[in-house]
Every structure is written in C-alpha cells, then in structure tokens.
C-alpha cells in the first residue's frame, strides 16, 4: 500500500504565496519521479511540475519563474512553492508520485487534492 498526502491549500490573496507539500508513504521501494498537477474550474489538469530523484526538473511554461518544486528524498517529500499567485493559479492541485518497484516496473500513485483559491 503506498499513500500520497498533499498538504497546505488555502485561500491566499494574488500577489501572495503558499507552500504545498505532498508525503508518499507505505511500500516503497524507490522514488522515480513526483510532480504537482492542477485542476482549474472547468478546466482539464495540467502539468505544474516535476522532479526526479536525481534533481531534474520540468515546469509547465506558464509556472515559470513563479513556482518552485523541490524534493526531500530523504523523507519521500515534494514541494511546490508558489509565489506572485494569480487568480487563473485557483485550482485543485494534485500530487503524483511514480514510483519504481524491485523488476523496474512503475506505477503512478495519485493524492487526493488540495484546493487552492487565489481572491482578493
């Protein structure tokens, strides 16, 4: 069983900032990637950004420069923080973690959400 767990949505007003965070646990045998989604209203997901275990790292085109993913590998720990946020940023954010089992073969774990709601 592994578990992907976002924390730290909010509301937050534009300009403002806030720190996602996002814990993969349980049966793991080795992190390949870990990424942040988003969901906007009425809108599909997309691609935030991701990073590997090595530290290569992929932001959408319009994240960067604004967002920052890092990963603690040491605790399974993603993080995405966000500054100068906007209000077309309010969405579900969704965490996935690919992870690598003992014959290379991966799987894609996905959390729950975390809603965030940028308004003045």
């Known amino acids: 069983q592994v578990q992907v767990v976002e924390s730290g949505g909010g509301l937050v007003q534009p300009g403002g900032s806030l720190r996602l965070s996002c814990k993969a646990s349980?049966?793991?045998?080795?992190?390949?990637?870990m990424g942040w989604f988003r969901r906007p209203p009425g809108k599909q997901r997309e691609l935030v950004a991701k990073?590997?275990?090595?530290?290569?790292?992929d932001y959408a085109d319009s994240m960067k420069g604004r967002f920052t993913i890092s990963m603690d590998n040491t605790k399974n720990t993603v993080y995405l923080q966000m500054n100068n946020l906007k209000p077309e940023d309010t969405a579900v954010y969704f965490c996935?973690?690919?992870?690598?089992?003992?014959?290379?073969?991966?799987?894609?774990?996905w959390g729950q959400g975390t809603q965030v709601t940028v308004s003045a």
């Open positions: 349980g049966s793991i045998f080795s992190i390949w990637v």
């Open positions: 990073i590997t275990s090595s530290g290569n790292i």
């Open positions: 996935k973690a690919e992870l690598e089992s003992y014959d290379s073969s991966k799987t894609d774990y």
